[in-house]
């Protein structure tokens, strides 16, 4: 006799931890309840629909599983935990909004350092292998094949004066 899949919503309830963190920020929200299953590299719960197939952020199918819809485009996190899963904590925004709340948390990263021309023209100058030379500066190396190619930083010789 075949086995019976869990639904969605039970399995999805199982792999949450109600007795998470107390945000110090907002202690007024209550405890986090934190997903215990797969996190992604940032800390974001993620849940398949199926055995197989794309994973969803457990934040996302946790504003589903409460409010009937999808929130459009961002699920973003009052308590400010990317592991938290409680619906009290989840609410609705833009990109717009989820990128100024994360600029406002000091949780922005820059995706790549700032260089200076001074840079440029050291890559260029630079021996050894691109990934050390990448190293070096700290950018990727494809960043100081590009500044090499001359399709980043094409005037930092004139921006010197050289």
């Given at each position: 006799?075949?086995?019976?899949?869990?639904?969605?919503?039970?399995?999805?309830?199982?792999?949450?931890?109600?007795?998470?963190?107390?945000?110090?920020?907002?202690?007024?929200?209550?405890?986090?309840?934190v997903w215990t299953a797969y996190r992604d590299p940032k800390g974001y719960g993620r849940i398949g629909k199926a055995r197989t197939g794309p994973t969803i952020v457990a934040?996302?199918?946790?504003?589903?599983?409460?409010?009937?819809?999808?929130?459009?485009?961002?699920?973003?996190?009052?308590?400010?935990?990317?592991?938290?899963?409680?619906?009290?904590?989840?609410?609705?925004?833009?990109?717009?909004?989820?990128n100024r709340d994360m600029v406002r948390k000091g949780r922005h990263v820059a995706v790549r350092p700032k260089l200076t021309a001074a840079d440029a023209v050291a890559i260029r100058a630079a021996t050894g292998y691109q990934r050390e030379i990448a190293e070096?500066?700290?950018?990727?190396?494809?960043?100081?094949s590009a500044i090499r190619r001359r399709v980043k930083w094409r005037n930092a010789e004139k921006e010197l004066g050289t």
């Open positions: 006799m075949p086995v019976k899949p869990i639904p969605w919503r039970l399995r999805f309830w199982s792999k949450v931890d109600k007795s998470g963190p107390i945000p110090a920020h907002r202690p007024n929200l209550g405890r986090c309840w934040s996302r199918a946790s504003f589903f599983l409460e409010h009937g819809r999808w929130p459009e485009p961002c699920a973003l996190h009052k308590c400010d935990n990317s592991s938290c899963v409680r619906p009290s904590h989840i609410f609705e925004g833009t990109r717009v909004e989820n070096r500066f700290g950018v990727h190396q494809t960043y100081v």
